[in-house]
């Protein structure tokens, strides 16, 4: 093809190239967006037709979630609600958990019915747990928003790992332990995300200071990549066992040097 006829062409060629990015970018995100929506189907369909046992283990995955959708929070506000009246031991477990769940929402709205609860329940366990779903709702608030951050851009299939991702870049040390752990129970053969956990590692390991939480998101970090078993990241585990300022971090990475 001649110059002249690249220049000739050159506009239509950028606009179809365009064109083409703002399909592929609305295709992923309307990828997305049908994975969200069957995602909190599932989670809909769980808290009005499924049993306590499989809510119970569902409201723990909720932790890691970043979803907020009062869709799904009125829900389990109105199991709780019905829950917390019954004065019998089932009753006052399920209720518990349902404050739980409530917590992990980082809605505000939910605040007044925990607050009640939490002077009023006549039960000290309910009371107890919805004191400290208050606490917990407070910092949900500012997690969800981090943990959910970009899902819309995220390809089909992959909304789990955009938000283990937000989890590693986090500079919360909670969000980052959880981010860890995540990667060590789930996703434990997944490179990027080994990747991305070492990297964050090697990044922080020596700045923990004396903060119990960033040391222990960090040893979370270090599991995760022992259990991986790739050489790959050895000589991360063997650096931080020679150099790492902090005894606990430097002890815990000997000992997982074992694992490759």
């Known amino acids: 093809m001649s110059k002249l006829v690249i220049k000739r062409f050159f506009p239509a060629l950028v606009l179809l190239a365009l064109l083409l990015s703002c399909l592929t970018s609305q295709q992923f995100i309307y990828a997305a967006e049908s994975d969200i929506k069957t995602e909190l189907e599932s989670y809909i369909d769980a808290f009005i037709k499924g049993s306590f046992a499989e809510q119970r283990k569902l409201i723990s995955t909720l932790e890691w979630s970043g979803i907020s959708d009062p869709e799904l929070y009125d829900i389990i506000a109105e199991k709780l609600s019905t829950r917390a009246t019954q004065n019998n031991k089932e009753a006052k477990e399920e209720a518990s958990w349902y404050a739980k769940a409530l917590a992990l929402s ?30 917990r709702l407070d910092q ?53 995300l080994l990747q991305l956990a070492n990297k964050r590692l090697l990044k922080g390991y020596q700045d923990t200071g004396d903060d119990s939480k960033l040391i222990d998101a960090m040893a979370w970090l270090i599991r995760a990549l022992a259990q991986s078993g790739d050489d790959h990241f050895k000589p991360t585990l063997e650096q931080i066992a020679e150099t790492a300022n902090n005894k606990k971090l430097k002890k815990y990475a000997k000992k997982h040097l074992g694992s490759f």
């Not at 019915?113 to 009371?127: M, V, W």
């Not at 986090?170 to 995540?182: E, F, P, V, W």
């Open 106 to 135: 980082g809605n505000k709205k939910y605040r007044p019915q925990l607050e009640a609860l939490a002077s009023d329940a006549g039960s000290r366990k309910l009371r107890k747990h919805a004191a400290t779903a208050l606490e």
């Open 140 to 192: 949900f608030v500012v997690w969800n928003p981090i943990i959910s951050a970009n899902v819309l851009q995220a390809p089909m299939g992959q909304l789990k790992e955009t938000r283990v991702k937000n989890m590693l870049a986090a500079d919360n040390a909670h969000i980052l332990k959880l981010g860890a752990k995540r990667v060590h129970h789930a996703h434990a053969s997944n490179k990027e």
